[in-house]
């Protein structure tokens, strides 16, 4: 549970004007709404979103092996408290909190403060919505099927 939200929280980082560690709020308004994929230490990898609320959801595998699972958290497991970002998880005996630094305009890293070598490298995603495979640009139509069941 701990590598989780350790990987998932890194979520809340931002990227400034230059490279190097970033404050809360600029963690805030990069992140927010976007998705991002992670690699961590150990090999804990997947993706996810974090929410305004301090939500997060998305997909991990732990130690790069085994099963991908789903993975989502409730509003306010991220929180930025005294401008750090920190996770607030049920069932954690501490409140983990973390250094976010920016690696280039689209990455950042989030190390567990006091552990720089407990972190997950985090790169925007950029998601495109086709359910079909139809890139045409025309409209998906309903099978007939499916239009009339109504009955």
């Known amino acids: 549970m701990l590598r989780m939200g350790a990987c998932l929280i890194g979520l809340l980082a931002a990227v400034p004007a230059m490279a190097g560690e ?9 992140v927010i709404g976007k998705t991002f994929s992670y690699n961590c230490f150990e090999g804990t990898r997947g993706q996810g979103r974090v929410h305004a609320d301090g939500s997060v959801v998305g997909s991990i595998q732990f130690q790069g092996s085994g099963k991908v699972r789903y993975a989502a958290l409730p509003a306010n497991t991220l929180q930025v408290k005294g401008g750090s970002v ?4 049920r069932g ?3 409140e983990p909190c973390f250094n976010l630094t920016k690696i280039d ?7 567990i403060s006091g552990l720089g070598f407990a972190y997950c490298e ?25 239009a009339s069941s109504s009955n």
Do not use: K, W, Y
């Open 22 to 30: 970033m404050t809360a709020e600029e963690a805030r308004r990069f």
């Open 86 to 89: 920190c996770a607030s998880m």
């Open 92 to 94: 954690l005996p501490i």
């Open 105 to 111: 305009d689209h990455s950042f890293r989030g190390a």
């Open 122 to 146: 985090f790169t925007r995603r950029t998601v495109r919505a086709s359910a079909s495979g139809n890139d045409s640009g025309q409209p998906l139509g309903l099978r007939p099927s499916l």
